[in-house]
């Protein structure tokens, strides 16, 4: 809208430009509201976005993220987001000069951070889920009166994400026929295939998850799927779509395809990995009762959940655990501004935490692989990272990363936090805990690894934690910091 009250139907072409229409939908919302917001800015001035000029984004810019009386600054990140929208929108506009230009040095924030690591432990995921999921209480005992029709739809999704490091897109948008069921040599883990077309980088790649987790989702298949689908198929709710299209193959191979007739007859076809998440939506299968979607995560009406709904889930669980595990007053305090100890008290769990949580867990398991099991040498590691790579490589091939440098960026601090508090944790004590260590050789090896978990658990990775005995070996000390932020929570 214009000062005036009146559509702007400059920003209408701008959306139903290519430049705009061309983008992924999460950045059509992010830059939808990144825009939003310089528009309220330019509004208060009186001046139209079409001529604001490079002092306008100036003083837009030391307001958003210097300005010491706006309570909700933002960090270098967001701005070289909101940039980039900006400049996609100027330049789009053909504005000359440009106001605002990412591609410039000037205009790109100096603090950014590349990434931001968020992530939780075996027990505390298992605090979230039993709270937040299952509706427990403190006591961990059931809450009377807690419903939840579509419990194992979400536990299932949250183990298989923390047990196969899958983007909230990527596990979201499988089909029902890609559940993974080849297993490996020795059968703890199976393998299938990600789709190009719904990945971030568009290749397609093998994922590996734990038999465990495979196992929870193929009982959410049986009881809560099956019966959202019975329940849709009578009432009609699938007769009744705009869009179908009946699988009546899928082909194997390298490249499988998936071929269809729709709802006038028409045949078609189309490869597998060339599919996105929403042309996923429109396939179905030939079930007992009728047709039933090919879609594996379905709502409590029995039809397709889109990826990002599961915001709401994950927002929704964060919510219940601040209800059950804090106060009245501590809740009326805004997250941002609670105290630490009061934070730690209720997990907060986003998606991408449980990739985090998954790469920072295969580091550690496969560093004490590689030097505690194995019984390698400083030499014979060496040999070993030649022939197969190292234990970044292996968590690069794991996350689908294009290089194992986005790997280091992302997990290389969080990593060097972990043995950095290991060695001032096992600095003043031995390891039996009674007694000081005072050689350089005591504390050198005293950082070789990370205590344990308290208790002896399932991990939701699918691998038995042990107790405090057991040490993960991390990577050599000289690594530096990327930067990246890390949230440890109990």
Known sequence: MRPDGMVDTGLLDFVRSKVFSSLERESKRNYATDIRILLEFSSSRGVSWREATEQDLTDFRDWRCRAPENPRRISGTKWNREAAAFTKLFKWRKVHPLPVDVSWREDRAADSVSSRVSWLTPRTWGLWSDVGLRGHTRAGTSAPGWQSRTEIRNTSFVQL??????????GGSLLTFEIPTQQLRHGRYLHGRIAGAVRRSKNTRTYYASVDAVGQVEVYVQSERAWAVQRAQERGAYESLSRMRLITGVTRGLRPKVEWVDANGVAGGQDLSRMGWRERQWLFVEGPRGPEPAWLWLT???????????????????LRCEEVLLSEE??????GFRLAVVRGRSPYATPHAARHSYALYMLIVLNQLMESRFGLTRAERRDFALLFGDPWWLVKTLLGHADVEVTKRHYLAPVAHLQLESILAMAATSDSGDQPVTDVDGVRAAGAGVAGHPGHRQSPWGAPMTGRGRRAALPPADHHSSGSSLRLLP
Do not use: C, H, T, Y
């Open 330 to 335: 501590e809740r009326k305090i805004e997250r």
């Open 300 to 318: 409590e009406q029995g039809l397709p959940m889109a990826p990002d709904r599961w915001n709401a889930v994950f927002r929704n669980a964060n």
């Open 161 to 170: 994400l923390l047990s196969s490091g899958l983007r909230r897109q990527e």
